[in-house]
């Protein structure tokens, strides 16, 4: 501790020292702010003098849907990662690893010092701590986005890491620094910097997190990024289960536009950038059922999931990438969380309905399990000999999925 201070020293100054003190341990208040004329610090609180000031001076940018910096100062979740990592005194006392706030000036003395003697002295209970549904886009990158992207941004790059970026975290979570840096692990330099060390709650979930992804990185091949939607590898299964079915948009149909690869799917109606202006994506949420998608009229609209990748997909550009390295979790399967979402995409538009094919039905748990176990869920899926391959007309699946699907067969085909 001692020598890092030391070597911190020379670049900063006085204050920045006093927050690293009020941050790491309980100090006289006066040393890390000083005192001002009639300002009461004797019974600081959060509804009484916190929130009136976070009101008057934060909110115009910190609320929303699109708050600055990702901090969303009337989300309890955020105020308590800003105050226990040091960011929010850090950013209102212009440390000078901060940002200075509120943005182009100073808090008034009084407040300044009663937000940052409240901030040391709360303490925030854990609460609720759910660390068994841990994704990366839900959990993993909120968190990091609190408490580590303030220094670890893409033009910030403190140690030269961008922790933006996926396949920087994947890259240390595979080699051990994430962990060891937010466990304060000897030989790693403990994260966050001058903040306090991350709840329990948020170090279970890290954990879990890097338990389950298998960190593949073979040399040669494109990582795949969770925030990217891969055209061949997510959307090409959807379009042709639910939509290029015989008889309909598989090029028999001659008013039914084909919708079997890249180049069909674009000019049916692609306008790369803009999902509302997109036929193809408006057919699938408009309000007027004659017009509406899947055909024919009466059938259910495309799952709730499928329409937010398709118009993410066209938010991205409308691109056909691909990948080739998937983190592949095949440890923690689920009929609800792995499995099914497998069968929706890639399987259920054509498996569904009052004419399933090959008389297959594969719409719910029940249908899937009494195909996995008449073994022809797996045997179709590895192309085994003898059973029709699936998905029809479409790719082979990717390999974790196959093995993913074989795991949740091996282990008896739990309902969960
Ligand atoms: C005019 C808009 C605006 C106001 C008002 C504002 N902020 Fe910010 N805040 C920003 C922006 C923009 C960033 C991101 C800056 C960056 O990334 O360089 C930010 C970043 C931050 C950060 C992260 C700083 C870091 O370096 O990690 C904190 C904490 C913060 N603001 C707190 C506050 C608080 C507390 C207030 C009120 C006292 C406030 N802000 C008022 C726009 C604002
Ligand atoms: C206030 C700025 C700041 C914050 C916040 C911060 N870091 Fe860092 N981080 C740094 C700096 C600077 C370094 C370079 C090493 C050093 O100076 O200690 C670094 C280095 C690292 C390293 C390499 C450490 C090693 O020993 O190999 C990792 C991993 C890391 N940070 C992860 C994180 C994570 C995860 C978070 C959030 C939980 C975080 N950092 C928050 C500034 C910060
Ligand atoms: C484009 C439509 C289509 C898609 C997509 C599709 N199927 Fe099929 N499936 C069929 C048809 C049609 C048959 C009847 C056999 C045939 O025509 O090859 C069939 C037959 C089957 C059979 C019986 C195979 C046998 O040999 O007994 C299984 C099991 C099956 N499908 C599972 C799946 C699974 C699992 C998926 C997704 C990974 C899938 N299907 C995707 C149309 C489809």
Not at 82 to 90: C, D, E, K, S, T
Not at 97 to 113: H, K, S
Not at 306 to 331: E, F, R, V, Y
Not at 356 to 374: E, F, H, N, S
Request: hydrophobic share 35%; net charge neutral.
């Amino acid at each position: 501790m001692l020598k890092s201070i030391k070597s911190w020293l020379p670049a900063t100054s006085i204050v920045s020292l006093l927050v690293l003190y009020s941050i790491s341990c309980k100090h006289h208040p006066d040393e890390i702010i000083p005192p001002v004329s009639q300002c009461d610090t004797t019974n600081i609180t959060y509804p009484g003098d916190v929130l009136p000031v976070l009101q008057a001076y934060c909110y115009g940018c910190h609320t929303g849907n699109n708050p600055s910096a990702g901090i969303d100062l009337s989300n309890p979740e955020h105020l308590k990662a800003v105050v226990n990592n040091g960011r929010l005194a850090g950013s209102l006392l212009h440390h000078a690893d901060y940002t200075a706030m509120p943005e182009g000036t100073t808090l008034p003395q009084c407040a300044l010092r009663q937000i940052v003697l409240w901030a040391q002295d709360t303490i925030f209970p854990d609460g609720n701590c759910d660390s068994v549904n841990v994704t990366f886009a839900g959990t993993i990158r909120p968190m990091l986005l609190l408490n580590c992207q303030g220094c670890h941004n893409s033009t910030k790059q403190a140690g030269g890491l961008d922790l933006s970026d996926y396949l920087t975290v994947a890259m240390l979570a595979g080699n051990g620094q994430l962990m060891g840096s937010v466990e304060h692990l000897a030989g790693y330099s403990p994260m966050p910097k001058y903040g306090k060390k991350l709840s329990d709650c948020d170090l279970g979930k890290l954990r879990k997190w890097i338990a389950d992804t298998t960190f593949v990185n073979p040399p040669g091949g494109i990582p795949c990024n969770p925030d990217t939607v891969y055209f061949e590898m997510d959307l090409l299964p959807v379009f042709l289960s639910a939509c290029a079915k015989s008889g309909c948009h598989d090029g028999s149909d001659e008013e039914a536009p084909r919708l079997t690869d890249y180049n069909t799917i674009m000019n049916a109606g692609v306008k790369p950038g803009n999902p509302g202006g997109s036929k193809i994506y408006k057919v699938l949420v408009t309000t007027n059922l004659e017009d509406r998608m899947p055909y024919p009229q009466g059938s259910p609209p495309l799952p709730d999931d499928q329409i937010a990748m398709i118009s993410k997909w066209i938010s991205q550009g409308a691109q056909n990438l691909h990948c080739d390295n998937q983190p592949c979790d095949s440890t923690n399967v689920t009929f609800s969380g792995t499995v099914w979402p497998i069968i929706q995409n890639n399987c259920y538009g054509c498996h569904s309905g009052s004419n399933p094919g090959g008389g297959i039905l594969l719409k719910d748990y029940a249908t899937v399990a009494a195909a996995a176990q008449a073994g022809k869920l797996y045997g179709s899926i590895a192309y085994l000999s003898g059973y029709a391959r699936m998905p029809k007309n479409g790719n082979q699946l990717s390999q974790c999925n196959i093995r993913q699907v074989k795991k949740w067969i091996d282990l008896g085909m739990p309902a969960k």
